[in-house]
């Protein structure tokens, strides 16, 4: 591989083109203010490189990205690109990721507003997360110990699983489909409305009128704090351990818990067939 250490480019279209490359500790930026640095590139290995300028890595493939920093002037750092990992680094600009295929992140701290929007097969572990609206339209994505504070996370996302993290969130997964989470944190408002075939697994539910307008919700083991107005129009199977401040209309499936503070059935929920049961006794079905 030809390499290139400790250079400074601000130049348009610095390395336009390059394949099979080591580039490290080199920094991009400068007076010149030019534009993707990096863009239709392949092959590369990328260290300690430092990135303030817009769209260094569009259309780059089957790359490795290794103690980089992006500033929050680093603009849409990373477009169209296939099979690419980046480990240690820091990602600050807007729009981070974007119509990527086959990417990994690992260890890295990530600020981007629209982070991760119509990827496919994005993974993420050991990751720190911090993004109004992460992942609209992306399928394909997996999260592991992942600690992200967010706003709109997850809307109309497709199969993914979720594994060991924190997501504090003011909504998740609207309209989302094939979601499984395992022993993760959920805390925000609004979570899951409009979602199809979403599962929780031994999580922690936190706040105000979660999972509605459902379709094959599925909740095992979990915990609910906060939850009022809960399961409004769902299709839902939950197994709740302690207590639900609130639920609503149920549509139809089968809700236990240790103990639930009100149920609410009104005139809207009259055709409800949910069963609703707590501490082994049913409570109520709805006929």
Known sequence: MTLYKNETHDEERAFY?????????????????????????????????????????????????????????????????????????????????????NTVITGSKINSTEFGWFCRGLKLSECKLTSEYPFLHTSG????????TGKYSFQYVENAVIRNCVLDTKDAFWHGKNITVYDSIIKGEYLGWYSEDLR?????????????YAKRLVLEDCEMTDCDLSFENSDVKADIKGEITSVKNPACGIIRAGSIGELIIDEYGKNSTCKICTRDNVLKKCV
């Open 200 to 212: 929780l697994v031994r999580c922690h539910i936190i706040g105000t009128q979660p999972l509605c």
């Open 141 to 148: 994505l997996e999260l592991k110990n992942v600690h992200m």
């Open 17 to 101: 083109g390059m394949t099979d490359a080591a580039i490290e500790s080199c920094t991009f930026d400068g007076p010149s203010d030019g534009e993707s640095a990096l863009k239709e590139t392949s092959r590369l290995s990328i260290k300690d490189c430092r990135f303030l300028l817009r769209y260094p890595l569009w259309h780059t493939s089957d790359s490795e990205i290794s103690g980089a920093y992006m500033s929050e002037t680093c603009r849409a750092a990373l477009w169209y690109d296939k099979n690419i990992s980046i480990s240690n680094s820091e990602l600050g600009g807007i729009k981070a990721v974007r119509e990527c295929d």
